[in-house]
């Protein structure tokens, strides 16, 4: 079965950092840039993010727009996408708006060592599944589309898109620039150290740049499943 294609998406500071180093969620977006988002999501079949986003920032992980949960809803599909998360420790809130927002089914890949507990802790909120260990993202994109999911985005944190462009399994990314720096190396950045697919030998190719407002989108075609517009 294929997998899903995936869209990464990401807003980062001029040099690089998606977040400060303070105990305040740094805002990168603008309004207009987070109404696209919005119609992304809509777009997809379930958003995924790591443990430490939903520990960190606390997402609803919902579509905003009525009008776009409206229009999944005439097309038989739920109002907003199914919400996933993948973690090694298990040490998830059950009280995290990941989990207690919206209707969408939730679903936790957690590594096979921490599976009982993770179930003890979540089953009544989400189902927990067996990702093997260590978490192998490659697996739990079969058994997305095994789910039906044929479309995911994938929003970060920048460890989860670290893993899935390493292991070259990205097709399209979504990087917005926000037009300042962080400069503290406290902070985290977009990803880290690895080995990835595309390198001045391999460029990926910019299949879109796009001014909104004060931010600019460059939109990277990582595979040959996106499309050129």
Not at 47 to 74: F, K, M, N, W
Not at 170 to 189: N, T, W
Request: charge should be neutral; charged fraction near 30%.
């Amino acid at each position: 079965m294929a997998r899903p294609y995936v869209l990464l998406s990401c807003a980062t500071s001029i040099d690089g950092y998606i977040d400060d180093a303070s105990d305040q969620r740094l805002l990168l977006s603008n309004a207009d840039d987070l109404d696209r988002v919005d119609a992304v999501r809509a777009s997809c079949d379930a958003i995924l993010v790591g443990a430490g986003t939903v520990r960190r920032d606390d997402p609803r992980l919902l579509v905003r727009s009525a009008r776009r949960r409206a229009e999944r809803v005439a097309c038989g599909q739920p109002p907003t996408p199914t919400k996933v998360t993948l973690t090694a420790r298990g040490d998830l809130d059950p009280t995290a708006r990941f989990f207690t927002a919206g209707d969408p089914p939730r679903l936790v890949y957690c590594a096979a060592g921490v599976l009982e507990k993770t179930r003890e802790r979540l089953d009544r909120v989400a189902t927990v599944v067996d990702a093997g260990e260590p978490v192998d993202p490659a697996w739990i994109l079969a058994d997305l589309a095994a789910r039906g999911v044929r479309r995911l985005m994938v929003e970060g944190g920048g460890t989860v898109h670290a893993q899935f462009l390493t292991a070259g399994l990205a097709d399209e990314l979504h990087l917005v620039v926000a037009p300042f720096f962080v400069g503290d190396g406290r902070a985290p950045r977009f990803v880290g150290e690895g080995r990835f697919p595309w390198h001045p030998g391999r460029r990926a190719r910019l299949a879109e740049a796009r001014q909104i407002g004060d931010v600019v989108l460059l939109r990277y075609a990582l595979s040959d499943r996106c499309p050129e517009t």
